[in-house]
Each structure stands twice: as structure tokens, then as C-alpha cells.
């Protein structure tokens, strides 16, 4: 129940977001015509003088009315942005997406909805659907076993043991300090040699190398656990793994810079509480889901260098990378429904996987301009250079999650 409320509140603020996005570019280009009908005065936002049905200076209606009906009226506009310029976008973006990039790029932006305001919109849409649909993943049963309890808890016992051999061997401990430590490491050596004992008993390993002396023993307990552990792991289903696998050794050579080190402490927590990991990078995908935009960004200009290209702008490449993803967004969140509808999981696999290449291809072709050989071979890079974008823009989510 809370994801479905968590998902209705990110497309309610996904709709608001991007209705203030497109009112405010709205303000900046409107076209006002003047009506005799209209007593003349102030605005009530700037002062400025009312000659139409809005505002000159700021943009602001004539008409302020302060009645329950235009309270929801006002509510169902912002969430819902239904209105003609979305009517006009979303076909457009659908199938012509080249010939929408371009008229949005020489002006006509007064016609549709500008990509920022779509982009936010789908953003908090899919994140809101994904919410709705699934919710969090179970993973309750993610943690450790039973017998990889054992085996860590033989981990901090040797450290518990090694302390105290260093102790007795450093000669400045008094008598009754002698006598405590010499105490500890006898219930320490007590308490892990029962361990491993427990341990081969469970998992049928028999008992030790005979006449093996305990750092040996440990020893070869350590590598059969660990072989246990990781053998595991590749027989237990995913949704049972954990969230993070790496061997001390591996985190041990990353300690080496503050990112590192910041790094493994994530590492640590993400085996403790492998949900909240989860939710951090939940929370982390839709936080800076622009991040997108300035990671594709360069890829279009490398695949789009040319003769025919140098008078291209960067803005008309971010203009196409926001459309782009704005419409992969919201393809997802379609096919997500469909899914949910009953519809044949082979088609959806197959418009997920060959659309978004065939929309690359038509959107390339009509905002560029380019011949159907040329559009086919850059769209060719471009799949390339999206899926190189997207691990890139994951392992910057994994890496805040962790390092948060």
C-alpha cells in the first residue's frame, strides 16, 4: 500500500513539475490578443496595465476566480497537463520524432511542450508507475545463512585471539592482567574450535587436518567457508542474494583513497541493510535522473561530427537527447502497463528492444536531416553510445547509494 501511494504522489508531482516548466517558457513567448469585452485595470500579480486576456508583463490571466470549480480546474491542469500543445507533442514524439525536434529547434515552441517539461514529467511518471506496479523488492531473506554466521563469528574470534596472543607476547601486562588475557585467549580458542567444529558437522566437511596446529586449522576452515559461501551464491536465486559480493582481499585494495574508503564503509552497511541500499538507489535514479541528459549529450556530438554538422549547436543536441529520453521513459512506462494489463511478455520484449533503435533511427533522420544510409549508420553508433550512457549513469547511482 505505501509503494501505491509513494507511486500516485510521484506522477501527481511528476504532472505539477512539468506544468511549471512549460508555464514558465509559456510566459516568456504567449501571444496575446486584445478583447473589447474585457473591463480594463491592473494585474493583480505585477500592477502592470491589462489589455487582453493576460497580462503583457508577466503572463499572468485576467480572470482570477476565486470558486471551488476553479480550484480543481486548476488541480486537474497541473497534474494531468492535458491541454492542446500535449496533443500536438506526444504523436509527433511518437512517430515523426526528428520532424518535432527540429520545428522545436527553429522556433516553434510555443506549439508543443518544451523537452524539460516532458523529461520531468516522465521521470516522476515511470518512477510513480514503477512504484505502483511492484513496489520495493522482499529482501528480508537477502542476509546471511546460518552457516555464514558461523563462519564470521570464527572471523572476529581469530582477531579476538590474535589480540590477545600480542598481548601476553609484548611482556608489560602485571600479574592479574597476565591472568585475564590468558583467560580470554583460552575461551576465545574454546569458543571458535566449537565453531568450526558445528560448522564442518553442518555442512558434512568431517573434522580438521589431524595434527594441524589452529592457525592451520583456521586456515583450512577459511577457504572451505568461503568456498561454501560462494558456491552459494551461485546456486541461491537472485532475488536471495545479496546486494554486494566482494571478498575482504578485493575491498581491502580499495582502501587505498577517500573514495575507496567511503566505498567499502558502503559495502559493509549495504550486507547489513541491503534494503535501504535498495531504496537509496531508488531514491538516487529519479533524484538525478537529468544526469542522463549531460552523459548523452557528448556522444551525440562525436556521432554527429562532420562536414554537413559544424554549424550545428550543442543546444539543438541537448534538445534531441532530452526529447529522446523523455520518450524512452515514457515507452517504458507504457510497456510497464501493458505488462500489468495481461499483455504477451514476448511482445513486450520485442517492441522494448526494437523500437527504441527504430526511433533513434527516425529521430536522427528528420532532426538532422540526413540521408537513410547516413541516419542508419549513426543510429548505429548511437544504440552503441545509449547503452555505454545508461551503465555509466548506473554506476554513478551504485556508487552514491553506497557511498551515501
Not at 26 to 48: F, Q, T
Not at 256 to 273: I, M, Q, T, Y
Given at each position: 500500500?505505501?509503494?501505491?501511494?509513494?507511486?500516485?504522489?510521484?506522477?501527481?508531482?511528476?504532472g505539477?513539475?512539468?506544468?511549471?516548466?512549460?508555464?514558465?517558457?509559456?510566459?516568456?513567448?504567449?501571444?496575446?490578443?486584445?478583447?473589447?469585452?474585457?473591463?480594463?485595470?491592473?494585474?493583480?500579480?505585477?500592477?502592470?496595465?491589462?489589455?487582453?486576456?493576460?497580462?503583457?508583463?508577466?503572463?499572468?490571466?485576467?480572470?482570477?476566480?476565486?470558486?471551488?470549480?476553479?480550484?480543481?480546474?486548476d488541480?486537474?491542469?497541473?497534474?494531468?497537463?492535458?491541454?492542446?500543445?500535449?496533443?500536438?507533442?506526444?504523436?509527433?514524439?511518437?512517430?515523426?520524432?526528428?520532424?518535432l525536434?527540429?520545428?522545436?529547434?527553429?522556433?516553434?515552441?510555443?506549439?508543443?511542450?518544451?523537452?524539460?517539461?516532458?523529461?520531468?514529467?516522465?521521470?516522476?511518471?515511470?518512477?510513480?508507475?514503477?512504484?505502483?506496479?511492484?513496489?520495493?523488492?522482499?529482501?528480508?531473506?537477502?542476509?546471511?545463512?546460518?552457516?555464514?554466521?558461523m563462519?564470521?563469528?570464527?572471523?572476529?574470534?581469530?582477531?579476538?585471539?590474535?589480540?590477545?596472543?600480542?598481548?601476553?607476547?609484548?611482556?608489560?601486562?602485571?600479574?592479574?592482567?597476565?591472568?585475564?588475557?590468558?583467560?580470554?585467549?583460552?575461551?576465545?580458542?574454546?569458543?571458535q574450535?566449537?565453531?568450526?567444529?558445528?560448522y564442518?558437522?553442518?555442512?558434512?566437511?568431517?573434522?580438521?587436518?589431524?595434527?594441524?596446529?589452529?592457525?592451520?586449522?583456521?586456515?583450512?576452515?577459511?577457504?572451505?567457508?568461503?568456498?561454501?559461501?560462494?558456491?552459494?551464491?551461485?546456486?541461491?536465486?537472485?532475488?536471495?542474494?545479496?546486494v554486494?559480493?566482494?571478498?575482504?582481499?578485493?575491498?581491502?585494495?580499495?582502501?587505498?583513497?577517500?573514495?575507496?574508503?567511503?566505498?567499502?564503509?558502503?559495502?559493509?552497511?549495504?550486507?547489513?541493510?541491503p534494503?535501504?541500499?535498495?531504496?537509496?538507489?531508488?531514491?538516487?535514479?529519479?533524484?538525478?535522473?537529468?544526469?542522463?541528459?549531460?552523459?548523452?549529450?557528448?556522444?551525440?556530438?562525436?556521432?554527429?561530427?562532420?562536414?554537413?554538422?559544424?554549424?550545428?549547436?550543442?543546444?539543438?543536441?541537448?534538445?534531441?537527447?532530452?526529447?529522446?529520453?523523455?520518450?524512452?521513459?515514457l515507452l517504458l512506462?507504457?510497456?510497464?502497463?501493458?505488462?500489468?494489463?495481461?499483455?504477451?511478455?514476448?511482445?513486450?520484449?520485442?517492441?522494448?528492444?526494437?523500437?527504441p533503435?527504430?526511433?533513434?533511427?527516425?529521430?536522427?533522420?528528420?532532426?538532422?536531416?540526413?540521408?537513410?544510409i547516413?541516419?542508419?549508420?549513426r543510429?548505429?553508433?548511437?544504440?552503441?553510445?545509449?547503452?555505454?550512457?545508461?551503465?555509466?549513469?548506473?554506476?554513478?547511482?551504485?556508487?552514491?547509494?553506497?557511498?551515501?
Amino acid at each position: 500500500m505505501t509503494g501505491d501511494i509513494d507511486g500516485i504522489g510521484d506522477i501527481v508531482t511528476g504532472g505539477l513539475a512539468a506544468s511549471a516548466v512549460s508555464r514558465a517558457g509559456r510566459r516568456a513567448s504567449a501571444r496575446h490578443s486584445p478583447d473589447a469585452d474585457i473591463e480594463h485595470g491592473l494585474c493583480l500579480n505585477c500592477g502592470a496595465v491589462l489589455t487582453g486576456d493576460y497580462c503583457a508583463s508577466c503572463g499572468q490571466s485576467a480572470h482570477i476566480h476565486r470558486s471551488v470549480a476553479a480550484f480543481f480546474h486548476d488541480l486537474l491542469h497541473g497534474v494531468l497537463h492535458f491541454e492542446g500543445k500535449t496533443w500536438r507533442t506526444l504523436p509527433l514524439l511518437a512517430w515523426r520524432p526528428g520532424e518535432l525536434t527540429r520545428r522545436y529547434i527553429h522556433g516553434e515552441r510555443a506549439r508543443f511542450v518544451s523537452p524539460m517539461a516532458l523529461f520531468l514529467f516522465a521521470v516522476f511518471l515511470l518512477f510513480g508507475v514503477a512504484s505502483f506496479a511492484g513496489g520495493d523488492p522482499d529482501l528480508g531473506n537477502a542476509g546471511p545463512s546460518v552457516t555464514t554466521k558461523m563462519a564470521e563469528e570464527v572471523q572476529t574470534l581469530n582477531a579476538e585471539i590474535e589480540t590477545q596472543q600480542a598481548k601476553i607476547a609484548s611482556g608489560t601486562l602485571d600479574a592479574d592482567k597476565l591472568a585475564k588475557a590468558r583467560r580470554s585467549l583460552a575461551e576465545a580458542e574454546q569458543s571458535q574450535q566449537a565453531l568450526m567444529t558445528g560448522y564442518r558437522t553442518l555442512t558434512g566437511k568431517g573434522v580438521g587436518p589431524t595434527g594441524a596446529s589452529r592457525e592451520d586449522d583456521y586456515a583450512d576452515f577459511m577457504r572451505n567457508a568461503d568456498s561454501d559461501y560462494r558456491k552459494a551464491l551461485d546456486d541461491a536465486p537472485l532475488s536471495q542474494r545479496p546486494v554486494v559480493n566482494a571478498s575482504a582481499d578485493e575491498l581491502k585494495s580499495l582502501e587505498g583513497s577517500w573514495l575507496g574508503r567511503k566505498v567499502v564503509h558502503g559495502v559493509e552497511k549495504a550486507r547489513e541493510n541491503p534494503t535501504l541500499v535498495f531504496y537509496k538507489i531508488k531514491t538516487n535514479a529519479y533524484k538525478f535522473g537529468w544526469a542522463l541528459i549531460p552523459l548523452s549529450v557528448p556522444f551525440v556530438w562525436i556521432i554527429m561530427i562532420g562536414r554537413r554538422m559544424r554549424q550545428r549547436h550543442i543546444y539543438d543536441h541537448m534538445i534531441f537527447t532530452t526529447y529522446s529520453i523523455a520518450f524512452m521513459m515514457l515507452l517504458l512506462v507504457t510497456l510497464m502497463v501493458a505488462l500489468m494489463l495481461g499483455t504477451p511478455t514476448g511482445w513486450i520484449v520485442a517492441v522494448g528492444s526494437l523500437y527504441p533503435p527504430f526511433h533513434m533511427y527516425r529521430q536522427l533522420k528528420g532532426a538532422y536531416r540526413l540521408s537513410r544510409i547516413n541516419a542508419l549508420i549513426r543510429a548505429t553508433f548511437l544504440v552503441v553510445f545509449s547503452l555505454i550512457a545508461l551503465t555509466l549513469f548506473v554506476l554513478l547511482l551504485v556508487t552514491a547509494g553506497l557511498v551515501a
